[in-house]
């Protein structure tokens, strides 16, 4: 049995609770059919950078059934029925990257990260709130399609050692924010769309602590 989802309408009124296989099913048949998705779930998204504000991109492995090959963020993952946004970024980063993982309030963070040892632990903190996050996707077959998110959008601070265990991904890539820049300006076709909103929108979180 895989896990269950809350779906939402695009007025964001929850409808139903499918398990997840049902859930996409559906979509790609709705998608198929209309060209556009009606539904959408809850979901987390988290640039993870080390405290010299070097960014951690994850190389999705060519396997996967979305967006094969290109370069994502950090860790992306399904809020489960029940559970929160920051449960949910918590522990895909303790499935995903092999670590410990702390959210705090935007009004503890700066100080957080300086006296904590983030070789031990990661610290957290929400940065958006987006109920209608639209999320371009690549099938293995090259079409594209949008499929929309409710999302919470996370960045973190860690410079311990990570140990990835997602088998369907093939790595950790590290840039600084201008390399990144430079690299999506210049090819653009290898970054995931989610990418490429995260790192204009919310570029002034990326830095080193200071």
Do not use: W
Not at 12 to 35: P, Q, V
Not at 137 to 149: A, C, S, V, Y
């Amino acid at each position: 049995m895989s896990e269950k989802l809350e779906i939402y309408d695009l007025d964001n009124t929850l409808r139903a609770i499918e398990e997840r296989d049902k859930f996409y099913s559906e979509i790609k048949k709705e998608f198929k059919k209309t060209g556009k998705i009606t539904k959408k779930v809850k979901s987390i998204r988290l640039f993870l950078l080390n405290s010299k504000g070097r960014i951690y991109l994850q190389k999705r492995s060519n396997i996967k059934n979305e967006n094969p090959g290109l370069y994502d963020k950090t860790i992306g993952g399904h809020v489960s029925a029940g559970d929160t946004f920051d449960m949910t970024v918590i522990r895909e980063c303790a499935e995903e990257l092999g670590f410990p993982a702390a959210v705090v309030p935007k009004e503890d963070f700066a100080k957080t990260v300086k006296t904590i040892d983030l070789n031990i632990v990661g610290v957290f903190r929400k940065v958006d709130y987006v109920d209608n996050f639209l999320s371009v996707r690549i099938d293995k077959e090259g079409n594209k399609f949008t499929q929309p998110f409710i999302s919470q959008m996370y960045i973190g601070y860690y410079d311990g050692s990570i140990k990835f265990v997602d088998g369907e991904s093939s790595g950790i890539e590290v840039f600084s924010l201008d390399e990144l820049r430079a690299e999506i300006k210049n090819n653009p076709s290898k970054f995931t769309g989610d990418v490429t909103f995260m790192i204009k929108t919310y570029n002034t979180f990326l830095k080193p602590i200071i």
